[in-house]
Structure formats: structure tokens, C-alpha cells
């Protein structure tokens, strides 16, 4: 069984308001929606989400409602960047676990089929990193497998999980898929509005 992994540490300074409790279209916060598109996975066994000291308490209110299968967990000092967070929910998760999905609190509305196909295309493939594509873009959730594992804790925090990913450039898998969600990042004001 896999394990995910969603980062949502950032302090939102851009938007102004902690991300994890904006509005998808429907009405979810964005922390549910990815939640609820992670638990529908059945080969997901555990959700790790990372939160930070801004919005921690925020966060694990509306987690709250998945605690069976999710564990929040803190990033001490999320200013390190990104790949401090990744490495904070890599040590929460089980020790044998095969792989992990990662993705961010700021891409709230991946579909289910997106989740599945990157899962089975790992598993038919054994690939070190598969993520989805729509055209040249590529989105999330990202999967790694654990033969990576201790390179992403190796990689300085300023270079950050895509020098892991560029050094895999010729071995990871780009899976085509139909789904603007996986590629909507919501950083600023603008972005929300667009997105709602």
C-alpha cells in the first residue's frame, strides 16, 4: 500500500489567507478536496498532510474529518522551503513503504482518475518518479518510488524535489492524461478567481 503526502506548510503570503480553506466551485475546502480525491484511492493506506506554524491549527480542523486514514504532522521551520516539508512527511510515513505520492495544498482539484492512473502506471513500470501530463505541462500528484527516497533527502533544500526529477529526466514517466485540475496551481488572488 502506497502512501501520500500533502504539503500545505506554506504561509500564503501571496494570497493573503491560508490556501487549505479556500472554495473549490462546490463548495469543499481546498484540504478536503484533495483529501477526498486521495481516500478514494484504495491503494492509498495513509495521508500524511504537512502543515506549518501559520495555518496549523486551520489545517487540522477540516482534516479532522478523514483522521482515520490522515495524520497531520508539523514542519518546524517550513521557511527552508518546499523540500523541508517533503522531507518532514517522508519521515512520517510507514518505513516500508513502497512508494509515495506528493502532492500540494495549492492544487485542489485533481480528479480521481488522475490519481489512479499515475498509481497504476507505477505499478506497471516500477519507474523512480511518474507524474501527469497534459501536453508539455506536467502537474500532480508526483510519485516516487522509494529507490529515490534517500536522494530527496540528500538534495540541498535549495535545489529542491526537481533536481531529483531533472536528474531522472531519461527514466521517470510522464502519464498523458485528460485533466486541467492536476495542472491548476492556485497561488495568488488571480489564480482563485479563475479557478472559481
Known sequence: MLSAIVLAAGESRRMGSPKASLLTADGRPFIVSILETL????????????????HDVTVRAMADAHQERVHVVRNADPSRGQ?????????AIPADA??????????????PSTVRVVVDTWKATHAP?????????????????????????????DAGAKH???????????????????????????DYQELR
Do not use: K, Q, Y
Not at 513502497?98 to 500540494?104: D, I, K, R
Not at 510522464?174 to 488571480?190: F, H, K, Q, R, S
Open 98 to 111: 513502497p512508494a509515495v505520492l506528493m502532492t500540494l495544498v495549492d492544487v485542489p482539484t485533481i480528479h
Open 164 to 190: 531529483v526529477v531533472r536528474a531522472h529526466a531519461h527514466e521517470l514517466v510522464n502519464v498523458p492524461v485528460i485533466d486541467p485540475g492536476c495542472l491548476n496551481d492556485v497561488d495568488t488572488p488571480e
Open 129 to 157: 518518479i511518474v507524474r501527469p501530463a497534459m501536453g508539455a505541462r506536467h502537474g500532480h500528484p508526483v510519485l516516487f518510488d522509494r529507490s529515490v527516497f534517500d536522494e530527496l533527502r540528500r538534495t540541498p533544500l
Open 83 to 91: 523540500l523541508s516539508s517533503l522531507w518532514t512527511g517522508l519521515d
Open 39 to 54: 481516500t478514494s484511492c484504495v491503494d492509498i493506506d495513509g495521508i500524511i498532510v504537512v502543515t506549518g506554524i501559520h
